[in-house]
């Protein structure tokens, strides 16, 4: 986490959720799960400034690592969503 | 269903062999909230050989990072029949049995991720707030009953244990009122001194009446989970399994980290004076109990190839025995770890485990204490143990560590 949340771009790979629920837990205003199946949903994949650091904090926590985060406008790379 | 054969051992006793030393159990004596004496390494040794209740030599791991790199990295299998049990037990046969059916937990992909995503729909972040009243009524109800009874209690009996059950049995959909046919049978499942005939007729028992149930469910769905999976396309056998393993799971964790939890926060004064007054850090609260306290441990793998691991080479078919409580203590991850410190933000402990096996019923565990520590601490504002804490009797031969029981008391108003 940092002080100066730098912009980010995230994906998910509901293929790899394990459904354990600790990002919607973590970073609510960004993910959620799905009813059905209890995998991520990814609510905003470039996250507001005072939403960086709790999805961060997601992307660290996921324990299937099915969150990946692009340093977006930072590196200038566009990843589609998955 | 719970049925653990990574737990089902024998005498074989191993510690007479030569090689490296066995799993760590012995807690020191008047430290109940400790890891087993030994069991926590210098932390430049995130992993070092350990030798199996059969005498095979694996590894044992208590580095943080390591911890998350096997959990998570599917080269190493949670299959039952593939591990060399951690710790000696009675009655260890040649060669653990395979998973029986229902029993995810021994179970790798693509097998287990099938029966993980018709449940993990069902435990959703959103599904578990929702269950906040009920837990909220549970906990009134047996704080009310408490209450009448005292100004004593056993507060594993009258607490820790009934909270979690009722939830879980509303939520499953198996009467409370039944609990003589399921709570002693979960009991023995878990304990490591049980003869394997013990465990085998508590698994039979526990079967026989989750059959009874899913064929009730099926005849006259409720509405319930156990209901709702009548719907998917599990076999009656599949659905008692997982019946069990559920049920099983929900009795007997947040029950022992409520209790444990409880001795933990009167033992560390500063510690639940801060939560009393500011009732908002019960969420931290429960993540650094769950650290500091990790009763379910620890987590065997087996290797399915060799695999390196922070510089050390894991052979094929060697048993990884991962202790997620020594990890939680790895002061690399958490500063002064044997501190219980409920403001140090402990999130990213690996007490639920971590990879695709991950704890399934967290988020339930998470409302349950999130919601019983508070109320407990208020309704009992001068809640102390009954006894000298070193009197105290521990859980230590069972997968699930905890308190037997904890006398307490409090000033009658």
């Known amino acids: 986490m940092s002080d100066t949340p730098q912009p980010l771009l995230l994906s998910v790979d509901r293929g790899r959720c394990a459904g ?63 | 269903m719970s049925y653990d054969p990574t737990a089902a051992g024998t005498t074989a006793d191993a510690a007479t062999t030569e090689g490296p030393p066995t799993l760590p159990t012995d807690r020191r004596t008047g430290c109940p909230f ?42 190493f299998s949670s299959r039952y029949e593939l591990l060399h049990p951690p710790i000696p037990m009675p009655g260890l046969p040649e060669q653990l049995p395979p998973a029986p059916v229902g029993d995810i937990i021994g179970l790798d992909a693509p097998e287990h991720t099938r029966y993980r995503r018709l449940l993990t729909g069902k ?75 013990a465990k085998g007729d508590a698994y039979t028992a526990l079967s026989h009446y989750l059959n009874e149930l899913v064929l009730a469910k099926r005849a006259e769905p409720t509405d319930d989970l156990l209901s709702d999976l009548t719907t998917s396309d599990l076999t009656d056998e599949e659905l008692a399994g997982i019946g069990g393993l559920l049920l099983a799971a929900g009795l007997d964790t947040t029950a022992n980290m409520l ?79 044997d501190r219980l410190d409920l403001h140090r933000g402990a999130t990213g402990h690996l007490a639920f485990g971590h990879g695709a096996h991950q704890c399934l019923g967290q988020q339930l565990a998470r409302v349950e204490m999130t919601v019983a520590f508070p109320a407990l601490f208020a309704r009992f504002p001068t809640l102390r143990l009954a006894v000298p804490p070193q009197e105290v009797p521990l859980r230590d031969r069972s997968n699930i560590y905890g308190v037997i029981s904890l006398p307490v008391t409090w000033d009658k108003e």
């Open chain 2, 123 to 197: 435990f959703t972040v959103r599904r578990m707030r929702r269950l906040t009243e009920r837990v909220q009524h549970f906990t009134a109800e047996c704080l009310d009953a408490m209450e009448q009874a005292g100004p004593t209690a056993d507060l594993v009996a009258a607490f820790a244990q009934p909270v979690p059950a009722l939830m879980i049995c509303e939520l499953l959909g198996v009467p409370y009122a039944d609990r003589e046919r399921f709570q002693s049978q979960v009991a023995a499942l878990f304990d490591q001194t049980a003869e394997v005939e």
């Open chain 2, 259 to 337: 209790g444990l939890g409880t001795f933990a926060l009167l033992s560390n004064p500063d510690q639940l004076d801060a939560l009393r007054a500011d009732p908002a850090l019960a969420g931290q609260t429960v993540e650094e109990l769950l650290r500091y306290l990790s009763v379910a441990d620890p987590i065997p793998r087996a290797a399915l190839e060799d695999v390196e691991v922070e510089g050390r080479l894991i052979r094929t078919g060697e048993t990884v025995t991962v202790s997620v409580q020594a990890a939680n203590r790895d002061p690399r991850r958490f500063p002064d770890p």
């Open chain 2, 34 to 75: 400790d890891p087993p004496t030994g069991l926590t390494a210098p932390s430049d040794e995130p992993l070092r050989r350990m030798r199996c209740a059969d005498g095979h030599i694996g590894w044992l791991v208590t580095g943080h990072a390591a911890a998350r790199a096997v959990l998570s990295d599917p080269r």
């Open chain 1, 20 to 82: 354990a629920g600790m990002c919607a837990l973590t970073a609510p205003e960004v993910f959620d799960q799905d009813d059905e199946e209890g995998l991520v949903v990814l609510l905003r994949p470039a996250p507001a400034p005072e939403h960086r650091a709790a999805a961060r904090t997601a992307v660290g926590l996921c324990p299937a690592g099915a969150i990946t985060l692009d340093p977006g406008e930072a590196s200038g790379r566009l990843r589609t969503e998955s």
